[in-house]
């Protein structure tokens, strides 16, 4: 449990962090609590480390027009416990809510976990179910990326290895309801299965999952099956059937794809009853 030995650089600024990205093999340090346990396994082994965690530009939740945008360096339980969160986007506060325990939720941040991109990480679907959009800053500037575009596999991202996530932006769509419902780990409080739900007021339902593959996903199927009716047990039933069908589903001693495949299908339906 000891990490292979690395430099350590603490930034100032944005712009110095890039900088010091393209030095080696680098990486962002935030909370710690997505990368510091991977280092001490020796599954990443960085030759350096850039300290983001002081920067007061990644920090902090406002509400700009139609839309609430997080700072990336923003802990759990900032959001959990964010006034605007709590009132107008509820399902981030379920969500940070339910995140690992209270030293976990003090320490880790929103774009530390987007970025680790951990399969079974709760924040990955919940932004997949909101629409979100990924902010992150590089050598060559500023970009966005949709939430639906960010995760490409098991520990990867969209993002380049000069960039870091500056900031999550989520639209605010008036009469929208959102549940996150999930099956933890009873130890690390990882999702075993996750599911998130964002009904929109026009009767569309996004529905993504986290836990089940090598990354977390919007579920096709499932949202066809009940966008556009009434959620009731006859939709509800109809999208849980259709859930995680065709998927390359994990199976690991916490659970079996079998046993996974089951839980997908059981937390939608608590996800659904709960916007219904």
């Known amino acids: 449990m000891i990490p292979s030995s690395f430099s350590y650089q603490k930034v100032n600024s944005v712009a110095e962090a890039i900088k010091a990205l393209s030095s ?4 962002i340090l935030a909370g710690g609590h997505s990368l510091i346990p991977t280092m001490k396994l020796r599954l990443n082994s960085p030759s350096k480390l850039v300290d983001i965690g ?6 902090g939740i406002k509400e700009s027009g139609a839309e609430i945008i997080i700072g990336a360096a923003t802990t759990h339980q900032e959001i959990a416990t964010n006034k605007i969160i709590q009132s107008k986007l509820p399902l981030f506060a379920q969500g940070g809510n339910s995140i690992g325990d209270v030293q976990v939720r003090n320490k880790g941040t929103i774009g530390g976990s987007l970025a680790h991109a951990d399969p079974a990480a709760d924040w ?4 997949l179910a909101s629409d979100a959009t990924i902010e992150v800053q590089g050598g060559k500037g500023t970009r966005k990326i949709k939430a639906t575009g960010f995760f490409n596999g ?3 991202t969209a993002l380049q290895d000069d960039e870091i996530i500056t900031a999550v932006h989520v639209p605010l769509a008036v009469g929208s309801k959102g549940s996150y419902a999930k099956f933890p780990q009873p130890a690390s409080r990882f999702a075993i299965v996750g599911c998130a739900v964002m009904k929109m007021a026009d009767g569309k339902v996004n529905i993504a999952f986290t836990g089940i593959s090598n990354c977390a996903f919007r579920d096709q ?3 066809k099956a009940i966008s556009g009716k009434k959620i009731d047990a006859s939709t509800i039933e109809s999208a849980s059937k259709a859930a995680v069908e065709g998927v390359n589903i994990l199976s690991d001693h916490y659970a079996s794809e079998k046993y996974r495949k089951h839980l997908a299908k059981v937390y939608l339906k608590r996800a659904l009853l ?3």
Do not use: C
Not at 54 to 59: F, S, T, V
Not at 124 to 127: R, S
């Open 24 to 27: 080696g093999e680098a990486k």
């Open 54 to 59: 002081a920067l007061a530009e990644l920090r």
């Open 124 to 127: 990955a679907a919940i932004v």
């Open 154 to 156: 098991m520990f990867s």
């Open 221 to 223: 199927a499932a949202e």
């Open 274 to 276: 709960a916007v219904s």
